[in-house]
C-alpha cells in the first residue's frame, strides 16, 4: 500500500508543475517503485498513470487534472 500512497503525492504534485517537468516526475516514479521493487501488476498500474497523466495535461492545459472526465 506504500506505493499507492507515494503514486498519490506523486499525482498530486504533477497536478501544480508545469508539464515540461513531467518528464522528471516520470523518471521519479520509476525510481520509487524499482526501488521497492513493486511486483509486475503494480508496474503496470504505474505505467497506466504514466501514460494518463501526460494525456489529462494535454487535455486539459488550464486545470489539471487526473480525475474528471473530458467535457465536464
Given at each position: 500500500m506504500r506505493i499507492l500512497?507515494?503514486?498519490?503525492?506523486?499525482?498530486?504534485a504533477m497536478m501544480r508543475i508545469p508539464s515540461a517537468t513531467m518528464r522528471i516526475v516520470?523518471?521519479?516514479m520509476g525510481i520509487v517503485s524499482a526501488m521497492m521493487r513493486v511486483p509486475p501488476a503494480t508496474m503496470r498500474i504505474v505505467a497506466i498513470m504514466l501514460g494518463i497523466a501526460p494525456a489529462t495535461m494535454i487535455i486539459f492545459p488550464?486545470?489539471?487534472t487526473v480525475t474528471d472526465m473530458p467535457g465536464t
Open positions: 500512497a507515494i503514486m498519490m503525492d506523486i499525482v498530486a516520470a523518471i521519479m488550464a486545470f489539471l
